[in-house]
C-alpha cells in the first residue's frame, strides 16, 4: 500500500487533453474521419476521371485517321460538359473533406449534402451501366462501391452529434 497522492493536470486543459486517445480529430470520431477521408480520395479519383473526360472530348477529333465527320464539334460537346461537371464534384468533395477535418463551420452539412447527392448519381449509373446490353459489370462494381463508400460517409456527416 503506498501513501502517494494522484498526480493531478497542472490546468484544466491537460486534464482534458486526456481523454481522446486516438488519431482521429476529437470533434469528428473514428468512423467519420474515416468516412471523411473516404470522401477525400473519392473527390481526388473523381477530379482525375473529370480531366481525362475533358482531354478525351478536346482530342476526340484527331482519333478519325482520314478526314473527321462533320459533327466532331458536337459528338465532343456531351463528354466535355460531363468531365467539366465530374471534375467540379470531384473539387468541391476533395475540399468539403478537407474543410471537414479543419472544423470549417457547416462544412459538415454541406459535405454531407454534396456526399449524399453524389451516391445517388453513383447508383443512378451503377443501374444504367448494368442495363444497357453487354453489361459492364467491372464499371458496375465500381460504382457500387462509390455508392456504398459516399452513402456511407453522408450519413455519417449528417447524423446528430451526441
Known amino acids: 500500500m503506498t501513501i502517494r497522492r494522484p498526480i493531478r493536470a497542472a490546468s ?7 481523454d481522446h486517445h486516438s ?8 468512423a ?3 468516412a471523411t477521408v473516404g470522401i477525400i480520395v473519392g473527390g481526388i479519383a473523381l477530379a482525375i476521371t473529370g480531366i481525362g473526360m475533358l482531354a478525351m472530348a478536346l482530342t476526340i477529333g484527331s482519333r478519325y485517321a482520314g478526314d473527321p465527320p462533320p459533327d ?12 467539366l461537371a465530374i471534375l467540379v464534384v470531384g473539387g ?18 454541406v459535405t454531407g449534402i ?12 451503377a443501374l444504367l451501366v448494368m442495363a444497357q446490353p453487354p453489361p459492364d459489370v467491372v464499371l458496375a462494381i465500381a460504382l457500387t462501391l462509390a455508392t456504398l463508400v459516399f452513402g456511407v460517409a453522408a450519413i455519417l456527416l449528417l447524423r446528430l452529434r451526441r
Request: charged letters at 10%; a positive charge.
Open 12 to 18: 484544466a486543459a491537460g486534464a482534458r487533453g486526456r
Open 23 to 30: 488519431l482521429a480529430p476529437a470533434h469528428l470520431g473514428e
Open 32 to 34: 467519420t474521419a474515416a
Open 72 to 83: 466532331v464539334g458536337a459528338l465532343s460537346l456531351l463528354p466535355a460538359l460531363l468531365g
Open 92 to 109: 468541391a468533395l476533395t475540399a468539403g473533406g478537407v474543410a471537414v477535418l479543419a472544423e470549417v463551420r457547416r462544412s459538415r452539412l
Open 114 to 125: 454534396l456526399s449524399g447527392v453524389t451516391a445517388a448519381m453513383s447508383a443512378a449509373g
